[in-house]
């Protein structure tokens, strides 16, 4: 893990556990929708910032397997059975 993808999670779990943390406090003073709509900016700031995380580890990972010489399905092998299950017959 390269040091910005850390930041960008660590980021993310800061701004998840802030957003949580608004949105108590200010429930406890006004009801739970302006709570909501108060921290929500947290809420999509922490969504972003871990999508963006996700999407530069599959890139990553997808660029050792090219160098590695695989495939992107190659690690995913279905096992063939051996003999089909025999199909019963309705009326």
Known sequence: MKLIDTILL???V???????????VITNNQSFADGLMQSYWLFMLTLVLFLYYRIRRNRQ?????????????????????KSAPKSRKTR
């Open 61 to 81: 990972d997808e660029g050792e397997k090219m160098h590695s010489g695989k495939t992107a399905h190659s690690d995913k092998r279905v096992p063939i059975p």
């Open 10 to 12: 660590s980021l993310s």
């Open 14 to 24: 800061a701004f998840l556990i802030i957003g949580v943390h608004q949105l108590i």
